[in-house]
């Protein structure tokens, strides 16, 4: 008898030892298979969990609390050949009116109709900003118990021009409502769960019409979220974002000043940053900085005037200032001057408002001596070198600033009022530039605009010079990689794997003890056949390798 026939026939014969000790080793694989199993689904779990946040988004370009143009969309599209949808992203509150339940850190989606393009499975939700429609997801409908047509009431802040507590930045965040229509309820695969935070718990979410949202933020034709769908393509995105970006993605508006026959170039958040100002400087040398503040009181000896812009700038921005104008040094108008009983040589505190410890804000004094009074004319009376500070340059009088500081606008007199309506906010008195870059600099910037002296037939070469001298991340517009992003999210840094088995490791021993031991009884079933055939003479060594 060969070997291999011997071995055969021993199966046969111990056919149901062997089967017992193979359904020991099928028990004990499963075991262990279905604690890898467990630790793969989860890690799948999570990568769907990612896949239905983000949707069909490669990338994103998230601005913050800045924005940008939402027509930018298309032209960004067009330069990169890709899909995009502008999107206007806040946080709020929704109440059920009906039952009075309420969900704060509500995720406040406008939306156009090329978001829901984005969705894992691509559809069609109408919203109208007319009849204020919304749409909502799950989380939200199950947590308020709101249907497709109730009603519900979102709040949510509107910002001030600047995050903080800026000296001169507009009234506080002010409580905006919206009264909404629920037009639908949409699931995970229609976007439910869209949102940038990696979390497995979908956020509560409203989706508006983005005009809606724009109009109740105050930020009409603006957006801060732009999705990307770069999939099948290798696109040049950081190109295509410095070929589409204009002066008003970086919030920056460029006007000419007919009675100073220059350029100025100013910022929608008051101050300009400091790496725009520098960029600009470096490109256009000839530009001279301009810083104007709000000063609570100029004080002369016994004699007061409240609330008074005055502005900071060098003698090529204004020719009327003396060209060795000091750092200590300032300059009056005519007003000012008779109002202060005040002449060259006179000692002038200025008193106002700037951010101290932990961003609050505190009165600081500054002292400076008059070098000059100038007539209340021609570029010296000019209203243009106030920026629009919110509160203040649309109030039709004094007594209705409000500029969102603890001013006390009792002190406001009639001659006051009467130089507002005469010469609204044509700078009292002038500092120059170093002087209001040490008093007045705050952490968002030290210059209020940027006046260019250009030839005004060339305002579109000055544009593109501006243009060029800046890079998009000097916004916030920065493009990332969403969806990688997202796969990192789902790649936890524990090993579920792992983790299972780990969990699982008494079970999995005691499987391999099991198998262990039936193949032990088998082996015990053939004890006397192995001593049969070592007395008919077979070596231990190559019975050893039958069994």
Avoid at 151 to 160: D, E, H, I, N, T
Avoid at 323 to 331: H, M, P, Q
């Amino acid at each position: 008898m060969t070997p291999a026939r011997y071995v055969l026939r021993s199966l046969l014969h111990y056919r149901y030892a062997y089967l017992g000790a193979l359904a020991g080793a099928i028990l004990g694989a499963t075991v262990l298979l279905g604690a890898l199993f467990a630790g793969d689904s989860v890690s799948a779990s999570l990568r769907q969990i990612g896949g239905k946040r983000i949707g069909r988004a490669t990338h994103v370009m998230a601005a913050g609390d800045r924005f940008f143009r939402q027509s930018f969309a298309d032209e960004f599209a067009a330069a990169a050949q890709v899909r995009t949808a502008p999107v206007m992203y806040a946080r709020g509150t929704a109440t059920h009116p009906g039952t009075q339940a309420a969900i704060n850190q509500v995720q406040l989606v406008g939306v156009t109709e090329a978001f829901w393009k984005f969705a894992p499975t691509p559809a069609s939700v109408p919203l109208d900003a007319a009849t204020s429609s919304v749409a909502i997801n799950d989380t939200l409908a199950r947590r308020l118990n709101v249907a497709v047509g109730d009603a519900l009431v979102v709040r949510l802040q509107k910002p001030g021009i600047l995050a903080g507590n800026a000296p001169v930045a507009g009234a506080e965040a002010t409580l905006q409502s919206i009264r909404c229509t629920v037009a639908a309820i949409v699931g995970d695969a229609s976007f439910g769960r869209f949102g940038l935070e990696a979390t497995q718990i979908p956020p509560p979410s409203v989706f508006l019409p983005i005009e809606l949202l724009q109009e109740n933020l105050g930020r009409a034709g603006r957006a801060n979220l732009l999705l990307i769908d770069a999939a099948g393509s290798v696109p040049d995105l950081g190109g295509a974002l410095a070929s589409s970006v204009q002066l008003a993605d970086y919030g920056l508006t460029l006007k000419w000043l007919e009675q100073a026959s220059v350029f100025e170039l100013t910022s929608d958040r008051i101050f300009i940053d400091r790496e725009i100002s520098a960029a600009v400087s470096a490109a256009l040398p000839r530009s001279q900085p301009v810083v104007s503040y709000l000063v609570n009181e100029f004080r002369a000896g016994d004699r007061t005037t409240p609330y008074s812009i005055a502005t900071a700038t060098t003698p090529e921005a204004a020719p009327f200032l003396p060209r060795d104008l000091g750092a200590r040094e300032i300059v009056l108008n005519q007003w000012l001057a008779e109002d202060l009983q005040a002449a060259a040589g006179t000692d002038v505190q200025l008193t106002f408002f700037q951010t101290g410890p932990a961003g609050t804000l505190v009165e600081q004094n500054a002292s400076f001596r008059v070098r000059s009074v100038v007539p209340l004319e021609g570029l010296a009376a000019d209203g243009a070198w106030m920026p629009a500070f919110p509160g203040i340059s649309d109030a039709k009088d004094q007594n209705d600033w409000d500029p969102g500081l603890p001013l006390d606008l009792k002190k406001i007199r009639t001659k006051d009022e009467n130089y507002w309506d005469d010469h609204r906010g044509a700078p009292k008195a002038f500092l120059s530039a170093a002087a209001g870059a040490e008093i007045w600099a705050t952490r968002w910037g030290s210059a209020t605009a940027l006046r260019i002296p250009f030839d005004r037939a060339q305002e579109s070469e000055l544009t593109t010079t501006i243009a060029r001298a800046l890079r998009p991340e000097m916004n916030q517009l920065v493009v990332r990689d969403l969806r990688t992003t997202a796969g990192d999210a789902a790649k936890s840094p524990v090993d579920f794997g792992g983790l299972f088995i780990g969990m699982s490791f008494f079970l999995i021993a005691a499987a391999l003890g099991l198998v262990a031991m039936l193949f032990q009884f088998a082996l015990l079933q053939r004890a006397r056949e192995d001593a049969l055939l070592g007395a008919v003479g077979l070596p231990a060594g190559k019975v050893l390798r039958w069994r």
